[in-house]
Nanobody, 121 residues
Framework: VQLQASGGGMVQAGGSLRLSCADSGRTFSTYAMGWFRQAPGKEREFVAA???????TNYADSVKGRFTISRNARNTVYLRMNSLKPEDTAVYYCAANRHTSSSSDEEYAYWGQGTLVTVSS
């Protein structure tokens, strides 16, 4: 396993969490990285993505202005989530994409295990 997501938990609406995705194998330094989520009974959906350099980001409309994706020199990718809403409740997954900071999960070949985020009202 090379991608390890962490940082999930339970938070009240309006609160914040920061998710982390560690590249334990130092494999994905030149890959774009993305966050996706899957709520119970729903399909997996795109949340945010960042280019390999960190210079380009992409967000789902539902999280724009509330979530921020970033990555550091050690190739850990973060998802800072502010102003959380109950509808943000889901299992969040990080993934790696060799090419672009795409919003399509079909373009991501490598996936980490999920981390559960629960937002109570």
């Amino acid at each position: 396993v090379q991608l390890q997501a962490s940082g999930g938990g339970m938070v009240q609406a309006g609160g914040s969490l920061r998710l982390s995705c560690a590249d334990s194998g130092r494999t994905f330094s030149t890959y774009a990285m993305g966050w996706f989520r899957q709520a119970p009974g729903k399909e997996r959906e795109f949340v945010a993505a960042i280019s390999w350099s960190g210079g380009s980001t992409n967000y789902a409309d539902s999280v724009k202005g509330r979530f921020t994706i970033s990555r550091n020199a050690r190739n850990t990718v973060y998802l800072r989530m502010n102003s959380l809403k109950p509808e943000d409740t889901a299992v969040y997954y990080c993934a790696a994409n060799r090419h672009t900071s795409s919003s399509s999960d079909e373009e991501y070949a490598y996936w980490g295990q999920g981390t559960l985020v629960t937002v109570s009202s």
